[in-house]
């Protein structure tokens, strides 16, 4: 039988939707989640206090300290408090292996801090689920380009895309869940579109990497070299002990000219070949200017090398990654973006409960295994949407709970977050389908709502660090967002015995 | 900063509710009764001034290359959260920017 595009459409954007759709509700939400990576973290880092200071008095303490402690490292990486992330962190060595210390921004000295996953948890597991990384890129890289499919094939399905723009109608059953999963996808359409196309392309050489083999051999660096102009690396044939420049005028002028900036590199201290690298953060424009920064000689404070200026396709480039990354536009964008993405993963929850709704009253004239399967199903929807939510707040949880001394600490918040992930999709295979709706939305709508009560009891302090304050309420309101859905949740039988009384009273009369 | 971007917002929202409004479904949804032709007019045609009045707000926020950016998402964002609105709470839906304009304005005042 020959199929019309609408019903080949559908039929890709259900069944690509359902398999797809339980992946891309956790990368969505995770997502989210990261927008606000810093400020999780330091939720989840009690021990550093909220401080003002210069940066200039920061990178004096941190020189300090690194002089005294790490004086032979071959470089020194220190990491500025900013408006986000209120702490001051050095490095000796590589900036990625190498050890790190907190430091107090007042007073230098070094700070005991819990070994946390941190809200950079969130933000690992949106791209790469936790896994190896390049297996995990491929695999959201593969989802991504489902969710593109499935946006398209949406659009093409949607009957009146235009005439329903505003349309909700609520305690309808299936037209209910049609409705809301239509209004969030139409009117969300050009943020869906942006962040699944720019999320795309940002390992789109991972993915497509025929030119880079056929151009550069492979050679991503050569690649990068070449669209950007890295400054040269300068290895001085013979190195003398030298005294490193004072950082303080450095400070300035990178200020002046790349505004706020997030750290201080320091490549040899303490010999002639030294380097200070200033690193700007992440936002003064959409571009991602991730690597472009201001170069120094670590003698004599002259300036070595200035921000880059881009190519256009390069600048292109990093503009579609800025708009990702959502770095830009202060903390009004980064609530825009939030909340979109919010409504990103309640848009595919949707549809994942609008896919078992449509079907329920065919489960029963299945066969076993067909009912087993459609089972199957409603148990994933659950775990995945109600489920993961547990499992993120309760991340939180394990944060303050787990005890401060436990080796690989940030390894057993993981192990926990997965453990109760787990148990989730078992409580939902086990219980009734609206029972285990309920009973994990209000787990997790309690463990929102408590959060606040196991930051004071924990730490001591009655809310007295605004950024911690700030989440929290965000947590609570989210919290709040889950009871009412809990609440929703009984509303469909009230309505259909109200109904049938209602056809029951149409027929007496 | 702020200022500018409550601002964009409640005008943003204004635009949508503006042109919802000028649909003959929307329109009976709230007041029980269809539009006139002339009302259907002004209402499409202020939505779409007040849409473009929100963009050149976000430009004072963000400037114009991270305006629109912003724009997209605020117009998405008030335009779903008039949806939900719609049916649960129609009038206050249609009063909402009745009652942000004050409270915008005493923003403004206070921020200078």
């Keep these: 039988m020959k199929q019309t595009l609408t019903q080949s459409m559908a039929w890709l954007h259900t069944w690509g939707g359902l398999l797809f759709g339980w992946l891309l509700f956790a990368i969505f939400l995770t997502g989210s989640l990261a927008v606000f990576d810093q400020e999780i973290d330091h939720w989840m880092q009690p021990e550093i206090k909220q401080t003002s200071v210069s940066s200039a008095q920061a990178v004096e303490h941190a020189v300090a300290y690194l002089q005294r402690q790490h004086a032979d490292a ?3 990486n220190i990491s500025l408090p900013s408006e986000r992330m209120p702490a001051l ?17 007042l007073t230098g ?14 933000f690992r597991f949106h791209y790469s689920l ?18 593109l499919v499935a946006l398209i094939s949406g659009i093409i399905i949607h009957k009146k895309f235009f005439k329903e723009f505003f349309t909700f109608r609520p305690n309808k059953g299936q037209r209910s869940w049609l409705d809301a999963h239509n209004a969030s996808a139409v009117l969300l359409l050009p943020f869906h579109l942006m962040i699944t196309y720019t999320g795309l392309l940002i390992f789109a050489l991972i993915y497509m990497p025929a030119a880079l083999d056929s151009l550069y051999n492979g050679n991503f660096a050569a690649f990068y070299q070449e669209h950007i102009d890295v400054p040269e690396e300068h290895h001085a044939v013979q190195t003398s002990q030298a005294p490193l420049t004072d950082l303080a005028p450095l400070l300035a002028q990178a200020e002046a000219r790349m505004g706020p900036l997030s750290g201080v590199v320091i490549e040899h201290p303490g010999r002639s070949d030294a380097h200070i690298e200033m690193r700007r953060v992440l936002g003064n424009r959409i571009a991602l200017t991730k690597g472009h920064n201001m170069v120094f000689d670590g003698v ?3 300036l070595l090398a200035g921000p880059p200026e881009l190519r256009p396709t390069v600048l ?10 959502a770095q830009f536009g202060g903390y009004p964008m980064r609530w825009l973006y939030f909340v979109c993405g919010l409504l990103s993963s309640a848009m595919i929850a949707t549809g994942l409960v609008l896919f078992t709704v449509k079907r329920r009253r065919k489960y029963a004239s299945e066969s076993a295994l067909g009912q087993q399967l459609y089972r199957l199903v409603e148990s994933l929807n659950v775990a995945t949407v109600a489920g993961l939510a547990v499992a993120c707040i309760g991340l939180l949880w394990l944060n303050r709970l787990l005890p401060v001394e436990l080796a690989q600490r940030a390894g057993w918040e993981l192990r926990g977050f997965f453990a109760i992930w787990l148990l989730s999709l078992l409580h939902a295979w086990l219980r009734p389908r609206l029972q285990a709706w309920r009973e994990q939305l209000s787990l997790a709508a309690l463990l929102c709502l408590g959060l606040p009560l196991l930051s004071v009891f924990s730490d001591g302090q009655a809310w007295g660090d605004s950024m911690r304050l700030w989440l929290e309420v965000t947590v609570v309101a989210l919290g709040l967002l889950l009871v ?26 | 900063m702020m200022t500018a971007f409550l601002g964009s917002l409640l005008l943003a929202y204004s635009s949508m509710l503006a042109l919802c409004q000028g649909l003959e479904r929307h329109y009976k949804q709230v007041w029980g009764r269809a539009p006139t032709r002339l009302q259907r007019r002004v209402l499409r045609g202020s939505g779409w001034l007040l849409l473009a009045a929100s963009l050149w707000g976000c430009a ?32 206050l839906a249609v009063y909402a920017p009745v009652l942000g304009l004050p409270c915008w304005l005493l923003l403004y005042a206070l921020a200078g």
């Design chain 1, 484 to 509: 009412w859905s809990v609440w929703r949740l009984r509303q469909p039988q009230v309505q259909r015995s109200e109904r049938r009384e209602r056809s029951v009273q149409a027929q007496v009369n």
């Design chain 2, 60 to 91: 004072q926020a963000w400037g114009w290359a991270m305006g629109p950016v912003g724009w997209f998402g605020m117009l998405s964002l008030s335009g779903f959260a008039l949806a939900l609105l719609l049916p649960y709470a129609p009038r």
């Design chain 1, 109 to 122: 000295e070094p700070l005991v801090v819990r070994d946390t996953a941190g809200g950079t948890f969130f």
């Design chain 1, 130 to 147: 936790s896994m190896p990384r390049n297996p995990g890129i491929w695999i959201v890289g593969l989802a991504a380009m489902a969710m």
């Design chain 1, 89 to 105: 962190r050095v490095t000796a060595g590589d900036r990625r292996s190498g050890i790190s210390t907190y430091l107090d921004p």
């Design chain 1, 300 to 302: 004599t404070g002259e």
């Design chain 1, 316 to 325: 292109v480039q990093r503009v579609m990654f800025g708009l990702h990354f």
């Design chain 1, 74 to 76: 071959s470089a020194w």
